[in-house]
């Protein structure tokens, strides 16, 4: 079974610029979130999705940040205008719904996109 | 608001030593997972605990569940190189929500 995939994996940007981070999920997982995870710390959840509605953006900063799902598949997530402090790997991860199929509540996380806003 | 705190929070060590790692809140968990996290990789979880008192085995690691179901420990017995990593607890916190600890940087020494 493929992994969760993200890209790019690395993105250096400049302040004020945009950049978008791509997400494809593990095939049949309903719910998808997107984390950052600053260097050395845990990682803090953006956003949650449920197929294509969203759950909870409590932390996601909307001035800035964006993030759809379309299709209820794949994700993007997207900052404009960059800030010094955006600088993090950004973590998608996703899970089947508890109970289907014997499923307990695992998250498959990605490699992570690491961005460095300069 | 929940919080996951955990300690130490880096810890390095000689291969073959044994440490611990813990995790605590001051909120009551249904549950707790444990994730270990390489350079350069995503969280890849380890365990989840949901019984209050409850230990889990994995090979080398021992995983306990505090009785009151707000904390959390993990054992490594005999650490190696390869247990290196961000280890991180985490505990739901919502429909299918997580909320993650501080993490323990842990490095192995040959």
């Known amino acids: 079974e493929a992994g969760v995939a993200q890209s790019p994996r690395y993105k250096i940007i400049e302040k004020r610029q945009s950049v978008a981070f791509w997400c494809n999920p593990i095939s049949g997982h309903a719910t998808l979130y997107w984390y950052q995870q600053i260097l050395g710390q845990g990682p803090k959840l953006l956003i949650q999705f449920q197929n294509n509605g969203v759950v909870d953006d409590s932390q996601l900063p909307k001035d800035r940040f964006s993030a759809e799902r379309l299709k209820g598949v794949d994700s993007t997530l997207k900052i404009q205008p960059a800030k010094l402090e955006d600088s993090a790997v950004y973590l998608c991860a996703s899970s089947v719904i508890p109970g289907l199929a014997g499923e307990t509540e695992t998250q498959y996380f990605g490699p992570g996109t690491r961005l460095l806003v300069l | 608001t929940q919080l996951l705190e955990q300690s130490p929070q880096f810890l390095s060590i000689q291969e073959g030593e044994n440490l611990t790692v813990y995790c605590n809140s001051s909120?009551?968990?249904?549950?707790l997972q444990w994730y270990r996290q390489e350079p350069g990789e995503g969280p890849v979880l380890l365990v989840t605990?949901?019984?209050?008192?409850e230990v889990k085995k994995l090979k080398r690691l021992t995983f306990q569940f505090g009785d009151a179901r707000k904390d959390s420990s993990l054992h490594i017995t005999a650490a190696q190189p390869g247990d290196t990593g961000l280890y991180l607890c985490a505990g739901p916190s919502g429909t299918y929500k997580y909320i993650f600890g501080t993490g323990t940087r842990l490095k192995v020494l040959a």
């Open positions: 909120s009551v968990f249904s549950s």
């Open positions: 605990v949901v019984t209050g008192g």
